[in-house]
């Protein structure tokens, strides 16, 4: 008995998304997407925005969903694509972020050192084998070496299907309404003119709101000083553990985060080995790594550990200038007086850095419109808000104190 393949979700943002094809189904039923599930989109967001405990797996398919709905409307208005360059583009789209990690950016380089979109390569070429050559277009229009570039445009661009479902999807479970975009209308605002993808001039304002929603989630959600605190604690708390573990420590890891801990991606001869853990790797191992930490004696792990668990987490002071030295040397010798320990562990406790987000890329890849003249011209060629400006801010993170601040 043949089994139907063309199933439909009941997806809260979209309401019905539909299976376009077998092997899109065969490619979702597959342990590398199922992971997925057990990967949080918005890695420790919710410890603020407490509806944000959506997944990759959600993601994923909201992605695929808008791919054929802008596929469908590029053939409609002439654009040549064909069978198999649709299936290609569906498939890319469901895969393009099978290389997360747990907990997603917040761990990323941490656990293996290197982006997660070579990672979602890898695992790419290792499905194309199981599939006996099915996904070698996909790679080629993921990779951007497929002869259409437009293609890749749609998986990775300024104004791709990956950031569409990711702001929409974002703002809907934080509730943060002003990141919401016209997804709808910008899909059939699209065009390809010369092998690029481009929005008729109708479609500015929607494309405007589109930069716009993406600034506020960056500041409002992505880098919330409250979700900046709970991941630099994460982060803190596993490479401390690593530490431990690699000292001889009896730290209870899962199999596969031991196989992560004691493996580099750089050595060639371990990457199958890591690769191998990888794929069984989720949001579950870190958890049981913090729960079983808070049993540990080590003081640093358990502070860190408890804190992430408990929800106590650090205090977050952020200026548009670096903080100084005098400053950030008054935090460490406060904070040690206060817990009643070492100064010299205030580096593993008290953290600084910057973080930077521009909305608008200028360099690369800039969005193209097609004027009323007919003419195809950048974005930057109308005059709009001021979504483009880079936004730079630092950071001091450290456990709270009483009156503590500056």
């Known amino acids: 008995m043949s089994v139907n393949k063309r199933k439909i979700f009941n997806d809260p943002v979209y309401g019905f998304i539909t299976i376009p094809s077998d092997i899109i189904f065969d490619l979702i039923q597959h342990p590398y997407v199922q992971r997925l599930r057990r990967i949080s989109q918005l890695g420790l967001t919710h410890l603020t925005y407490p509806g944000a405990l959506h997944t990759r797996f959600h993601h994923a398919l909201g992605a695929l969903h808008l791919m054929t709905l802008t596929i469908d409307q590029l053939k409609q ?8 360059e649709e299936e290609a583009v569906y498939i890319a789209i469901l895969l393009h972020d099978i290389g997360h990690g747990p907990f997603s950016h917040a761990l990323e380089h941490l656990l293996i050192d290197v982006d997660h979109e070579e990672l979602s390569l890898a695992l790419m070429h290792e499905l194309n084998q199981q599939f006996e050559g099915r996904l070698t277009v996909a790679i080629e229009v993921f ?39 016209g997804y709808d209308r910008i899909i059939k605002m699209l065009r390809v003119i010369d092998d690029q993808l481009v929005v008729e001039e109708k479609g500015i304002y929607s494309i405007e709101k589109f930069l716009v929603a993406r600034k506020i989630m960056y500041w409002q959600v992505y880098l919330h000083k409250t979700v900046l605190s709970a991941e630099l604690m994460l982060k803190a708390a596993v490479k401390r553990a690593q530490e431990l573990y690699l000292q001889g420590a009896a730290i209870q890891l899962s199999k596969s985060l031991t196989t992560i801990f004691q493996s580099s991606w750089s050595n060639k001869d371990q990457r199958d080995d890591l690769l191998s853990a990888f794929v069984s790797l989720d949001d579950v191992d870190i958890l049981a790594l913090l729960k079983n930490a808070l049993y540990c004696s080590d003081f640093q792990l358990h502070l860190l550990a408890d804190g992430l668990i408990n929800r106590n987490l650090f205090r977050v002071e952020l200026s548009v200038i670096p903080f100084k030295s005098k400053d950030v040397d008054l935090i460490k010798e406060e904070v040690a007086t206060h817990l009643e320990i070492d100064i010299n562990l205030m580096d593993e406790l008290v953290f600084t850095g910057i ?39 630092y950071y001091v993170c450290y456990p709270k104190l009483t009156n503590t601040a500056f």
């Open 77 to 84: 208005k002439g654009t040549v694509i064909s069978a198999e």
């Open 143 to 181: 990779t951007n070496r497929h002869h259409k570039r437009f293609l890749h445009q749609l998986i990775s661009g300024q104004l791709d299907m990956d950031r569409l479902d990711y702001l929409t999807r974002d703002s809907f479970y934080t509730g943060v309404m002003e990141g919401k975009v």
């Open 355 to 393: 973080e930077q987000t521009e909305t608008y890329d200028f360099q690369e890849s800039e969005i193209k419109l097609l004027n009323k003249k007919g003419e195809v011209v950048p974005l930057t060629s109308f005059q709009l808000g001021p979504f483009s400006s880079s936004v730079a801010k």
